[in-house]
């Protein structure tokens, strides 16, 4: 829509029929799941049987709520363990990765940036199958050749955490490139005139300069972390992440107990947003 040209009723009242739908569309589902979280019910759909938070604070034989869970609640300090260590890992390795992808042009610079983007185009499902086959012949040859048994590289915790850091560190690094075009080098030239030294220019200049962004790539890995299944379904262990625990219940039959769980992280998710928007706020005022 061009806002200079006048448009016509109906074509307004269109465009904004289709942006309501829109909205609805994308927020209807999420709306009813938190509805859904406090019916007192025993599935966790409707009809609508009344109103109860059993399935938050619940702690009888037929309603157990998810602060009374332990499986659920072993889970979701799975998923946040898992999301802090690649959030952390991916961060630092994909600064790194845009501070080499800006440099001038070296040796094989485009096959390795096409290589850095590889993950993202593969499908999640079969980079965990991949990582998965290669990680057990691996240990296998470390077993079978020196009789070294390698933990890492079993299905477990640290392997979903190299597996989903292996494409978490590409978007982190395009992430921090982006921003970093925008840089003016010649900030870090005159901190060297005065006498500034390379490690002083990039931790005073350089890094504090992309810091919204790093901090924005850092927040961006961690809900990726924690949200993600098809590569952590084929490298997962005996402790399931939250994702995996969600669809095995779900799957078995659950009860809406999984419905509290999505509230919550829908709740903590759009506070930690606000939050951020009112802080980014008050620093442009």
């Known amino acids: 829509m061009i806002r200079t040209l006048p448009n016509s009723r109906s074509y307004s009242i269109g465009f904004k029929?289709?942006?309501?739908?829109?909205?609805?569309?994308?927020?209807?589902?999420?709306?009813?799941?938190c509805i859904l979280a406090f019916n007192d019910s025993m599935f966790p759909a409707l009809p609508w049987k009344g109103f109860t938070v059993a399935w938050f604070f619940g702690d009888g034989p037929e309603k157990v709520g998810i602060f009374h869970d332990q499986i659920n609640l072993a889970s979701i300090w799975v998923s946040f363990r898992t999301a802090f260590f690649v959030a952390i890992f991916s961060t630092v390795v994909g600064t790194c990765g845009a501070f080499l992808f800006?440099?001038?042009?070296?040796?094989?610079?485009?096959?390795?940036?096409?290589l850095m983007l590889?993950?993202?185009?593969?499908?999640?499902?079969?980079?965990?199958?991949?990582?998965?086959?290669?990680?057990?012949?691996?240990?296998?040859?470390?077993?079978?050749r020196f009789g070294i048994d390698i933990g890492l590289l079993r299905p477990g915790f640290w392997l979903v955490v190299l597996g989903q850091f292996s494409f978490i560190t590409t978007l982190v690094t395009l992430i921090v490139s982006a921003q970093l075009k925008k840089f003016d080098y010649s900030l870090e030239e005159a901190a060297l005139n005065l006498g500034a030294n390379r490690f002083q220019v990039i931790v005073f200049i350089t890094l504090r300069f992309l810091k919204p962004a790093i901090l924005g790539a850092m927040a961006v890995a961690f809900l990726m972390s924690f949200e993600n299944f098809n590569t952590t379904l084929f490298l997962v262990g005996s402790d399931?992440?939250?994702?995996i625990n969600l669809y095995l219940q779900v799957r078995d039959g659950s009860t809406p107990v999984i419905n509290a769980i999505s509230f919550i992280l829908i709740v903590g998710t759009s506070l930690l947003a606000l939050l951020n928007l009112v802080i980014q706020r008050d620093r442009s005022d």
Do not use: C, D, W
């Open 17 to 33: 029929v289709y942006i309501a739908l829109f909205f609805v569309f994308l927020f209807a589902p999420l709306l009813i799941t």
């Open 102 to 114: 800006e440099q001038e042009q070296f040796r094989f610079k485009q096959l390795l940036y096409f």
């Open 240 to 243: 399931a992440t939250l994702p």
């Open 118 to 144: 590889a993950p993202l185009v593969i499908p999640g499902v079969i980079l965990g199958i991949s990582i998965l086959l290669f990680s057990n012949t691996l240990g296998m040859f470390f077993e079978n």
